[in-house]
């Protein structure tokens, strides 16, 4: 079975069409023939080498990719679940060795995986899971109540993109960065106020709101730089891990999504959130597996304004 993967470590030329053993649905899971599977940037950690440690654990290859988007076409005996043969959905996958996204049939939990949006092609769907979990993982931890404000850097990105509009659906006002080129999209994700992207960030958000924001979801890895736009006793939340220098009382969030995983319940709400018109999916490109690596240098350029998604 072919999936994409590296033998050895190391840049986007590092990639391969590698074979993989067939796998079956066992007890609670399901096997999904993929069709596609998105291109994060935590993929280029599993294939860089920067996970090698975990990773070594288990012999090569390595196939990356946290979502998988596609048809189920088998359920093991015994498992509980309203999915069948045939349904198309999307699924939040956490690699492990060969066991990534990036191939043409994984097998899952059935509580990891739920049906996709109606209308939405394989593609599209692909870009909803990971990225839009993370996001709900952030607001979840920040707790605020409708009428509160949150704060997103690197909002135009697919991760802040997100924070926007289930931020906007949960109720609360929003105020996120956009470059000049960047600014009708974000306008149009639903931001409330945009403002400039850049170094002074913090001084950018406490312009439009002086007292300082409920919290921050941090897209753009700013750190240091915008932290000091969250008011004393506010939240700030980190897809990279940084938890600041114990300032003001804000409270510091590491946003890890593999907590989320089996949460088929959110993943299911994203899709009704989705079908409803509250989220958008944005795709990229779309890439052969033998051009995978021409999907990761494009990431790893960046400027990419939705997902790049490899297509089996």
Known sequence: MRAVGVIDFGGPEALQVVDVPEVHAGPGEVRIRVHAAAVNPTDTGVRSGARAEAQRKNPPPYVPGMDAAGLIDEVGAGTTTDLAVGDVVMAMVVPNASHGAYRESIVLSADSVARAPAGATHVEASTLPMNGLTARQSLDQFGLQAGQTVAVTGAAGCYGG??????????????????????????????????????????????????????????????????????DGGAFASVRFWEGNDEREITFHRTMVTGYDHRVDLLDRLRQQTEDGLVTLRVAATYEPEHAAEAHSRLEAGGTRGRCVIVF
Request: glycine letters at 8%; a negative charge; hydrophobic letters at 50%.
């Open 162 to 231: 997100y924070i926007v509009q289930l931020a906007k659906a949960d109720g609360l006002r929003v105020i996120a960065d956009a470059s000049a080129v960047d600014e009708r999209l974000v306008r149009d994700l639903g931001a409330d106020i945009v403002v400039p992207r850049g170094d002074d960030i913090a001084e950018q958000i406490r312009k439009v709101a002086p007292d300082g924001v409920d919290a921050l979801a941090d897209g753009a890895v700013q750190k240091e730089l915008a932290v000091g736009a969250v008011r």
